[in-house]
């Protein structure tokens, strides 16, 4: 079995470990509950689930942390064993104890059944783990042992591959010498004819590359010529732009300032015309009630058109009149 199959085992233990102290909770608040709150003065029958909810939490921490110790491979020593069948025997006891005072057999064995479950299930569950953490630590000192024994291997492998190689490179080495050598006299014999060769093909490259610096230069020139045009181009439409986003400004001044001229009036306008109105407010900084008295709208009215410009929503109007 490897370490994925044992953790899998692991996980369906605690599943089942942790379903079984959920179920006997369950029970256990439900069957003690009307026995506490019979034995409870008047007024504080509301206390009845507080001993079965402490209790069985004492059962839950020492589910835990036994799964925890276990995991780990310790012990918390006697005191977490006495813990454990402290909380198992209050929990039986409180579940037969009704059943047992009514001298009910059948019931003290049913109600039994969940507690002596619960007890044997914390005593078996902290077996299992402890074996299952015996068993992971085994599986891993396996895997480890079987790393050790591959690096090893791996090690001797490269150890003996490196001998080769450093004998291939020693012949290649000799090898390449005695070539070297050869290779060397035919480069002496043919380094004069090389000689003229190389001569005439720097001249003719000192050549070709004088003609294209000479026609690197005259396109540079040309490139220079075109971008001061462009330039020039740029700055005669940027100020044009600028000419005619000044006149658009003053001209949209000018028809807000018509607009807002007349001064409140005494009916609603048209919504069209009253959108304008507003519009124009907006732009002024107007308030949102002095917009209304000239619309003839109400406030809440204007102030939703108000909100639709900030918005970048609402009407934008170039120049346009109703």
């Not at 899998?8 to 006997?24: H, M, P, Y």
């Not at 029958?45 to 921490?61: E, G, Q, R, S």
Request: proline share 3%; charged share 35%.
């Amino acid at each position: 079995m490897n370490s994925v199959q044992i953790r899998s085992a692991e996980k369906a233990l605690s599943v089942g470990t942790w379903l079984i102290v959920a179920g006997a909770m369950l029970f256990s608040i439900l069957t003690v509950t009307p026995l506490m709150a019979r034995h409870t003065p008047e007024g504080y029958k509301w206390t009845a689930p507080i001993l079965p909810l402490v209790v069985d939490a004492a059962v839950v921490i020492v589910v835990r942390l036994d799964a925890v110790l276990a995991r780990l491979g310790g012990h918390g020593g006697r005191w977490p064993v006495v813990l454990r069948w402290m909380t198992g025997c209050m929990t039986l006891a409180l579940n037969v104890a009704d059943s047992a005072l009514k001298k009910e057999l059948v019931g003290v064995a049913v109600h039994a059944v969940a507690p002596l479950l619960l007890i044997v299930t914390a005593e078996t569950g902290l077996a299992y783990r402890q074996a299952i953490t015996a068993a992971l630590t085994a599986e891993e000192a396996r895997q480890k042992a079987e790393q050790a024994e591959r690096e090893q291997a791996a090690t001797e492998r490269r150890e003996a591959a490196e001998r080769k190689a450093r004998e291939e490179r020693e012949h290649a080495a000799q090898v390449a010498r005695e070539q070297r050598e050869h290779e060397a006299l035919l480069t002496r014999e043919q380094t004069a004819r090389e000689e003229a060769v190389r001569r005439e093909e720097r001249e003719r490259a000192e050549a070709r590359e004088r003609a294209e610096r000479e026609a690197g230069e005259r396109r540079e020139r040309e490139r220079e010529q075109q971008r001061v045009e462009r330039e020039r181009l740029e700055r005669e439409a940027a100020q044009r732009r600028e000419r005619e986003r000044l006149e658009r400004v003053e001209r949209e001044r000018q028809e807000r300032e018509a607009l807002l001229s007349g001064g409140p009036v005494s009916e609603k306008l048209p919504e069209d015309r009253a959108r304008v109105v507003v519009h124009a407010s907006f732009g002024e900084g107007l308030p949102v009630r002095a917009a209304a008295e000239l619309c003839g709208w109400s406030v809440g009215w204007v102030s939703a058109r108000y909100q639709e410009h900030r918005d970048g929503t609402g009407l934008l109007l170039e120049g346009t009149t109703p």
